[in-house]
């Protein structure tokens, strides 16, 4: 079956908000970040994302603001397009299309109308040599336009934006890359370069690696590999240039930046600590320590009240004056690799795996933030190469979240591997996991695999083991598991002719195990501990078992080495299908029939969704992305799509996510469910930083009584409320942003005239009102005789409608009150 249009393969989250500086805007409300294909806007006080700036097609390298207007802002991105948008509505203003791959863009205010990128020396990515380009951005009413007057500034450029920056009011810029600091000042269209030795023979690496010039001098800071910092000046002439140095970091000076006055100087590097200079005393110095993770990028507000530092874990801190953290915005932490495989929470359905360094984060897919840190290894970790330290490689729940067990192990040089197997239970007064168990030493050699028994009558624990054997651990007082005594033991340990078990799989309902033996599959009966049966298959140890769910629970899958898929009939105990595929991951959707296999092929990925009771494939799809898919989850929907189409059905309950060998999220969306989320991303958001006042619920609560007394009344005629022909225009008026607006005075008189009723309207409205006057008098008469009529029947006898209700004097006198009333103004005000 070939691929299907209407699925999409999307990033959903977990994006990388640390691969480029962030850019405060004007007022310090809001913070902007590259992230993966778009630009995320957050808020400085609620770390809220606001908008997503979503248009590009490929990585975003660089965000800047727009120095003519502060509500705009420019990003470029590896597409070759740099794009204008209005981040506070969240608008795509104008794309400007370069033709090159764009790997960061400067700004100044000196240099209105342009912009300078840094792109390959030749026109394909794998470039190693790189230019600083000027940009004219040409000025046309068209959304998009090609900008293809390019002008040369620098050559053999480094293309990290943190080597490049602007001097004193853009007189000047300076790029350093390797050893050599070049200076180029563009009213004399002249540039100075300026070399260090390596001074390798020394121990010492001189190499730059960040530059930052001060605001209102000429004073140029850069970075270098051993941790000095070096004060460039007189650098305007080739020989009587000077230089002094600063050094505290014990490792490489990841960046730099001055503040928006020049007084101060701040630097970060791997010690995950915030370094504040005196400017002309740098003796005296303050820090900020204990940030959490080596410190990649620092940006400071234009008013100076806020600083902010991006960390090699995903991580942006914004703090207050270089005084205490404001807000801190975590995202996915992407280590370097993902061992405990991709798990979903059953209780908060966020996605779980390895975070920092000894623990696991709990990532909410849906608002893409990071929930909490659980913390497994319990010991500080030391930011420091060649240390062996414990990591955790294995994690799992049982089915209804109340029980997480993790493995976390260290093989330190020329001793035995350690393990440790911890069994947490979930707090609800907390909301986390508290530590219940800790096993020491588990198995004699590495645990292979690990999974809870979803059976309602245990609480059952398998681990497999390279040792040769399978153990079964068992929760002791089942009956009530939030007793302070309940702890687990081992209940059985088993092996088969003394062959190594790499995966295991339990049935649906947990009265089967499967373990897979090298090259045999064993099923077991949890009850009794009983072998069951044996199946075999072609040669090739087994990599992967899965059961079949609902009305395939038959069905028991599993991979080989030898690149097959086999599919055995457990009633039978005989094989069913099989099929030469080179599977490197198999995963199965709770909720569904269906299961996913990923298959590599010609050095990349392919994917195929299918039922095992059904030969012919849901859905597939050639070369997801390059390497080996080996994570990968179905995740549960919050609202279950009502998609009726066979290709797609297999996306209605659960969503599938996986990760990619480069750290990259993906998952695949329906376009009508994409339709539907870009259309609520065009919603205006109100900023969550603004209090709700007692007038907004006032407003808020007449609002919706309004709506409900339309939706209840009957009558057409009541319902038809008619609205002023210049409402639109209205509309329009109040929700296009103020910036883009004409003048006041010329909006002034389009906008009363638009409020004004034509005198032929008029007219024709006027003649039914007469004529509606005529009736209503005439049933007022004809009432009034009636009720003469009534009164004197009443003053005879009781009334023969018997229905009816007896009316009091005091209502009857109110009657005749209302009845007698004059409302002749009423007719006169009509007839003006």
């Known amino acids: 079956m070939v691929e299907h249009a209407d699925i999409r393969m999307v990033h959903r989250g977990g994006s990388k908000i640390n691969f480029r500086e962030p850019v405060f805007t004007n007022d310090s409300r809001f913070l902007l970040c590259a992230a993966g294909e778009s630009v995320k806007v957050y808020s400085t006080s ?29 990003s470029c991105s590896a597409d070759g397009t740099v794009r204008l948008w209005d981040f506070t509505d969240g608008i795509l203003i104008k794309t400007f299309i370069i033709g090159y791959p764009i790997y960061s863009i400067y700004v100044s205010e000196k240099h209105g109308g342009v912009v300078f990128v840094v792109v390959p020396m030749a026109n394909y990515k794998s470039s190693e040599q790189f230019q600083l380009v000027a940009v004219h951005l040409p000025r046309s009413g068209d959304q998009e336009v090609e900008a293809r007057e390019l002008s040369a500034v620098l050559c053999d450029v480094s293309p990290h934006p943190g080597a490049a920056s602007f001097g004193r009011e853009g007189e000047y810029i300076a790029a350093a890359k390797d050893l050599q600091l070049e200076v180029f000042f563009f009213k004399k269209q002249k540039s100075y370069r300026f070399s260090l030795k390596s001074g390798i023979k020394k121990g010492v690496k001189n190499a730059f690696t960040c530059v930052s010039c001060h605001p209102k001098e000429d004073c140029i800071a850069t970075g270098h590999a051993d941790g000095k910092i070096r004060l460039w000046r007189n650098f305007n002439q080739k020989k009587e240039y000077t230089y002094s140095t600063l050094h505290w970091h014990h490792g490489a000076v990841n960046t730099l930046r001055f503040t928006p006055e020049g007084t101060n100087l701040l630097s970060g590097g791997i010690e995950s600590v915030l370094v504040h200079w005196r400017y002309k005393q ?32 995903n991580k942006i801190t914004i703090i207050q004056s270089c005084v205490k953290v404001s807000a801190v915005i975590q995202g996915l932490v992407k280590g370097e690799g993902v061992w405990t495989n991709l798990i979903i929470d059953p209780r908060s359905k966020a996605l779980v795996l ?21 913390d497994i290894v319990q010991q500080e970790y030391i930011h420091e190469e060649g240390l062996d330290q ?19 192990e260290r093989r ?12 947490w239970a979930y707090d609800k007064l907390t909301q986390s996991f508290v530590l219940n168990t ?34 079964a651990w068992l929760l002791a007082d089942h009956s009530d598991t939030k007793a302070e005594g309940a702890f687990w033991s081992c209940d059985f340990v088993g092996g088969y002719h003394l062959l190594k078990p790499g995966c295991c799989c339990f049935s649906a309902d947990g009265s089967l195990l499967a373990v897979g033996f090298q090259e045999v599959v064993t099923v077991w009966s949890p009850a009794s501990w009983e072998l069951l049966t044996t199946l075999s298959q072609p040669p090739g140890a087994i990599r992967d078992l899965c059961f079949g769910r609902l009305s395939c629970s038959k069905y028991l899958l599993g991979t080989s080495t030898k690149n097959q898929l086999c599919c055995w009939n457990l009633l039978t105990c005989s094989l069913e299908w099989s099929t030469p595929m080179d599977v490197s991951l198999l995963q199965t959707d709770p909720l569904s029939e269906n299961m996913a296999a990923f298959c590599n092929q010609s050095g990349s990925s392919d994917l195929f969704v299918f039922k095992p009771s059904e030969p012919r494939p849901l859905y597939s799809q050639k070369a997801l992305c390059t390497g080996k898919v080996q994570h990968a989850v179905f995740a549960p929907r919050d609202q279950m799509l009502e998609s009726c189409e066979e290709r797609t059905q297999w996306l209605n309950r659960s969503q599938l996510y996986f990760v990619t060998q480069h750290m990259d999220l993906l998952t695949f969306s329906t376009k009508t469910e994409e339709d539907r989320l870009l259309a609520s991303r065009k919603q205006l958001v109100v900023d969550d930083s603004v209090a709700v006042t007692p007038f907004y619920l006032l407003l808020g609560k007449h609002r919706m009584q309004q709506l409900e007394k339309q939706e209840v009344l009957p009558n057409p005629m009541a319902e038809r409320t008619q609205l002023p022909q210049g409402s639109i225009a209205i509309k329009e008026l109040l929700h296009t942003p103020a910036h883009v607006l004409p003048s006041a ?88």
């Open 390 to 408: 414990f990591e955790v490689v294995k994690a799992a729940f049982d089915t209804h979240g109340d029980w997480l067990a993790t493995v976390e």
């Open 282 to 313: 740098e003796n005296q110095k303050d820090f900020l320590p204990r940030l959490g993770a080596a410190i990649t990028h620092i940006a400071v507000s234009p008013d100076g009240s806020l600083f902010c530092t991006s960390h090699s874990d």
């Open 745 to 832: 005075s010329f909006l002034c008189a389009m906008f009363v005239r638009s409020l004004l009723i034509s005198s032929s309207s008029a007219r024709e409205e006027k003649e039914p009102e007469e004529e509606e006057m005529e009736s209503e008098k005439e049933e007022e008469d004809s009432e009034g005789e009636a009720d003469s009529r009534q009164g004197e029947s009443a003053a005879w006898g009781p009334s023969k409608e018997l229905g009816a209700p007896a009316l009091t004097k005091a209502q009857e006198r109110e009657l005749r009150r209302v009845k007698t009333f004059d409302h002749s103004w009423l007719s006169s005000l009509l007839d003006c």
């Open 46 to 74: 609620t770390e809220e994302c606001i908008h997503d700036l979503q248009g590009h097609t490929d990585l975003v390298t660089g965000v800047v603001l727009n120095p003519l207007n502060h509500l705009q802002v420019y």
């Open 412 to 423: 330190k040089k020329g001793s035995e591997l350690e393990v440790n197997l911890k069994l």
């Open 354 to 374: 390895n975070g920092k360094p000894g623990h696991l984060q709990f990532y909410s897919l849906h608002h893409d933030k990071q929930l909490y840190n659980l």
């Open 438 to 471: 800790t096993v020491t030493a588990p198995h004699e050699d590495r645990i292979t695999a690990m999974f809870f028994s979803p059976s309602p009558e245990t609480t059952m624990l398998v681990t497999t083991s390279l040792d040769g054997h399978f153990k």
